[in-house]
Every structure is written in structure tokens, then in C-alpha cells.
């Protein structure tokens, strides 16, 4: 046999060898080699299994050897993260910033020393321009207060909260440790859209309602929206503010199946559907089909919710489409009291890799058109605005601010204060952690009682952080940043404001029609009555 034919099958002469062997000393000596002999006789039927199978090229021209290549496989993103990356490698999340969230949610010191890991002088590097004038941090955290004129209960929002993540994507003692930990600290927690469940309601955290495609919560047999079921739940005290989700950011303009094998009673009654039934939740929603549409059911609910601040979720696709919402607004008279703009870059669940990577606007783009259509349409001062997409500190909460988001929403960095170490293993039900599982034996890894107060400690010192920042450049409150406070490194030998980079409106401006940048052009082509273009 060539040599390289024996290096192919070495593993498995060498199980046929030991097979032999240990059957021909076992003949004599039993008691030593009995045990010997069944293992090497495994390995030998595996191998045999390998060498005929027609399935796998790889285990017929390498029996037992390839088993091995797919064992390292399966743990390298573990080795990779462990042993390989860098502090400073984002896939998703650097070890520099899960550290960071680590350690503000054991309330330990994340003082760093001697110096930045950054690139500095990278192309893209950011900073906040310091005022020689700086101010003393205020102690009171800072808030937001959302809701417009036609919202009779608006909402004091803190300016970081917790971004939608279901109950049944996490676990229930996720769900129990985020809502306790708002509850806690006095910030919102926003269900998802599988709606509230009985984990939600433990604690008495606030609670911002999402209402997806699907309409859990408050669904007809058909699947359509049903408002007396909204009304009944949306009036609760708990439950502070109401959030249509039009797209998200890890997979937009995507819909979802719920298999049946999935829904458990628990999910079933959150999301009001039979145990074990199939649920769809289609890709756009049901209960209008136009802009104008669209505001008429945004009046509907803040109506059926007693006044309560009622707004949109979405990932900016075509920009067209926003300002088509910005026209309704202008000729119905109806306004969401709120905007939450989610990057393409977010996303705590699975998702088709073409849409998690290709599909959807970066948050800071999409921020910057949300805000650009609404100040140029002259409805910015009625509308607040939400950033939310892979927010871990106080640094990225002010630079969002800058460029016009009024609070933010994190995810994923709560889910590394319940205790998510990044295994990207959400869709499996396998989460190490116990945070992204409906496996009982796995979720009691997460002791509520710990983890709430990880949640609390890390929304307390991150706030406490953007303080910092925002009184070194010399403001009192995040809601007086303004994009030339925002730098950037365009080249190697250029520095930027972000006011120089991107292109912000002024109040009225598409109104009037002043000036031919794309923004004109995309308002010229969004219509009130329709989500199509005017040619």
C-alpha cells in the first residue's frame, strides 16, 4: 500500500491492530484486556462504518481520522475566543467590550491601564472633542420624556433600556433577571414580539409593549389584530409605552414560523395561540397596507391604551419608505410620540446569513435619515428617537446622541449581564448559560436573584459612564450633543466632524424644497398613500 494510502487509513490499521491484539492476550488475561479489547473494537466498527458509507467523502478516504477534524471544528469559535483573538477583534463583540460589561455587572473596577488598545490613528476611529470647560458629571441620572401632544400619559424614560428580546427566544429566568434588574434601576424593558408574559410581570419592571406582524398577545384566530384584547392588556400600569416593530435589524423584511413543537404553555399563553400550534408571523402586517393607514392604527392604539406614548421599531431599508411615513404624518395630523431606529448590526436571535449580513441600513446611517426626514419635514420637536444596535457603553451611547437619537436600547450587552459569554449558540437551544434556552436543566444556571442585580449594576455604571463623557465635553445633559462634538478618522491624515461627514438637515427644509441632495430626491418619490415609489 502507498504511503500516503497508509496515513489515510493509519487510524483505522491501528483499531484493527489493537482489535487483534487485544483479543489474542484477552484469550489468556481477560480480566486485563477484556476492556481494551471493546473499546478498540468501537473504534474499529466506526471505522469500518466510515471506510463504506456513501454519505461523507471525507470519513471514506479518511476512516476514524476525520471524526477528529470535526471535533476541533466544533469548538473553534471556543479556541478562537479564548486562546486566538485579540481584545480589540469585534466578532460580534470584542473581549474588550464583553469585558467591560463583565465587569460593570459585578460591580468591579473597569478602570484600564496604561493606555488604549485602539488604533488611533485607524481610518474610522471616533472620539468626543473635550471642552477645556468641562463640567462636573451630574449625580441624578438623566431622562427622556416621550410622548407627543397627542399623548396624554407620556413616559420618563431612562436613557438606556433594555432592547426587545421574547420570551421563548430567552429563557424564563432571563426574562425574570432583565425585568427585575429595570425594576431595579428604574429603566424600561421591552418584551419583544412574543409579547408579556408571566415572567415579565413577576418583578414590576416597565414594560414597552412590542407588537410584531403577528400580534401576540392580542390575536384573533386568524392571526389579525384584535382590539379588545390590546385594549384589556395595553391599560395595565405595567406596561408604559407601546412599540409597532416594523422590521429588525438582524434579519429585516423577514417574517417567522413558530413551530408547534415549540410552543409550550407558558408561550402559548404570553402570545395568546394553542399549545403546540404552528404560528406565523408574516414578513409585513395586516392591519394596514398604506402610510396614511399606518397612522390610523398608531391613533387606534394610543386611543385603546389610555393615552399611552405609541411609536415604531424599524431598520431603515428604502429611505423612500420613511419619508413616506413623515408625509402621513404631515396629512393626517397623526404622529408617533416615538422613532426607535435598529442598526442592521443588531440582532440577539438567528437569522439567514444573506440578511444578517447584506440586508438592512447600519444604525448610524438609518439614525441619521430618521432623523434628517423628521427635522426636514418639520415634526422632529414631537418626536423622540431611539438608537439601538451593539450599544455597550457610554462612549456609544453619546456618540448615537450626537447624531440624534434621544435615548438608547441595548440587547446583547444586557444578555452579557445575565451571563451570555457568546457562544452564538441562540438557536439551538443549547445555550451554555442557560440565557437563550427553553431547556429547564439549562436555565438554572441563571439564579435571578444575582443576575438582576448584574442587569442593575451595569445600567447604573454604563449611564454613570456616558455622564462622564458628556460633561468632559463641557454639556450638562446627552440631549445637548450635537454632531460636531462627534470626530472621526476619515484617512490616515484627515479628521472629520461628524456634521462634515454627514449631511443634516435643517427644520423645514424638505418642506420648502430647498436645496437637490438625495434627500430631496427620495422625498420627491415618497407619497403619503402608498409604500411604492412615485416614478
Known amino acids: 500500500m502507498p504511503y500516503h494510502a497508509c496515513m489515510r487509513y493509519l487510524a483505522l490499521i491501528v483499531a484493527l491492530a489493537a482489535t487483534l491484539g487485544f483479543g489474542f492476550l484477552s484469550i489468556g488475561m481477560p480480566r486485563y484486556f477484556g476492556l481494551f479489547l471493546a ?56 473581549r474588550e467590550q464583553r469585558s467591560q460589561v463583565y465587569q460593570r455587572a459585578k460591580n468591579v473596577n473597569d478602570a484600564d491601564a496604561f493606555g488604549t488598545e485602539q488604533n488611533v490613528y485607524a481610518e474610522g476611529h471616533e472620539w468626543l472633542a473635550h471642552s477645556m470647560a468641562a463640567k462636573t458629571p451630574k449625580e441624578t441620572p438623566p431622562s427622556v420624556r416621550i410622548g407627543g401632544p397627542q399623548c396624554s400619559r407620556p ?25 427585575k434588574g429595570a425594576a431595579m434601576g428604574g429603566f424600561a424593558h421591552d418584551t419583544g414580539e412574543g409579547s408579556i ?54 434579519k429585516p423584511g423577514h417574517g417567522g414560523v413558530l413551530p408547534g413543537s415549540k410552543v409550550t404553555p407558558e408561550i402559548a399563553e404570553a402570545r395568546g395561540i394553542e399549545v403546540g400550534q404552528t404560528c406565523v408571523s408574516p414578513a409585513a402586517h395586516s392591519a394596514f397596507s398604506t402610510p396614511i393607514e399606518m397612522m390610523e392604527f398608531i391613533a387606534t392604539l394610543r386611543d385603546s391604551a389610555d393615552g399611552k406614548p405609541v411609536g ?47 440586508v438592512g441600513t447600519p444604525l448610524r446611517e438609518g439614525l441619521v435619515w430618521a432623523h434628517n426626514t423628521l427635522v426636514g419635514a418639520g415634526l422632529r420637536e414631537h418626536i423622540k428617537i431611539g438608537a439601538s444596535g451593539k450599544i455597550t457603553s457610554g462612549f456609544r451611547m453619546a456618540a448615537n446622541m450626537a447624531l440624534g ?48 442585580e448584574r442587569v442593575y449594576n451595569f445600567h447604573r455604571r454604563t449611564v454613570a459612564a456616558m455622564q462622564e463623557v458628556v460633561a468632559t465635553v463641557g454639556l450638562d445633559h446627552p440631549g445637548q450633543l450635537r454632531p460636531e462634538h462627534l470626530c472621526r478618522r476619515t484617512t490616515d491624515s484627515e479628521i472629520h466632524t461628524a456634521d462634515d461627514v454627514y449631511r443634516f438637515l435643517d427644520t423645514g427644509e424638505l418642506l420648502s424644497g430647498t436645496g437637490d441632495g438625495h434627500y430631496e430626491k427620495a422625498w420627491r418619490r415618497a407619497q403619503a398613500h402608498s409604500f411604492l415609489p412615485i416614478r
Not at 329 to 357: H, K, N, Q, R, S
Request: aromatic residues 10%; glycine residues 8%.
Open 312 to 358: 415604531i421599531k424599524l431598520c431603515i431599508g428604502h429611505g423612500w419608505q420613511f419619508m413616506a411615513l413623515a408625509k402621513a404624518m404631515i396629512e393626517t395630523g397623526i404622529m408617533p410620540d416615538f422613532v426607535v431606529v435598529d442598526g442592521a448590526e443588531g440582532g440577539t436571535g438567528a437569522a439567514p446569513l444573506e440578511l444578517a449580513d447584506n
Open 39 to 94: 473499546i478498540s473494537a468501537v473504534f474499529l466498527v466506526v471505522g469500518l462504518r466510515d471506510l463504506f458509507q456513501r454519505e461523507h467523502a471525507l470519513l471514506r478516504n479518511y476512516p476514524l481520522l476525520a471524526h477528529f477534524r470535526w471535533a476541533i471544528e466544533a469548538i473553534r469559535p471556543e479556541i478562537r475566543q479564548y486562546l486566538l483573538e485579540s481584545d480589540t477583534e469585534a466578532t460580534p463583540f470584542s
Open 155 to 179: 413616559y420618563e424614560a431612562s436613557t438606556l433600556n433594555i432592547s426587545a428580546m421574547s420570551f421563548g427566544s430567552l429563557s424564563a429566568n432571563a426574562i425574570r433577571a432583565l425585568n
Open 197 to 250: 408574559s408571566r415572567h415579565h410581570k413577576e418583578f414590576g419592571g416597565d414594560l414597552i409593549w412590542e407588537l410584531g406582524s403577528g400580534y401576540f398577545g392580542c390575536r384573533r384566530d386568524d392571526g389579525g389584530f384584535d382590539r379588545e384584547q390590546f385594549a384589556e392588556r395595553a391599560v395595565d400600569d405595567q406596561v408604559k409605552m407601546i412599540e409597532i416593530k416594523l422590521s429588525q435589524g438582524a
Open 405 to 452: 437619537a434621544d435615548w438608547c436600547n441595548s440587547a446583547r450587552a444586557f444578555m452579557f449581564a445575565v451571563g451570555c459569554v457568546q457562544s452564538e449558540s441562540c438557536h439551538t437551544d443549547r445555550c451554555p448559560t442557560g440565557v437563550a434556552t427553553q431547556n429547564k436543566w439549562r436555565q438554572r444556571a441563571v439564579v435571578v436573584p444575582d443576575k438582576a
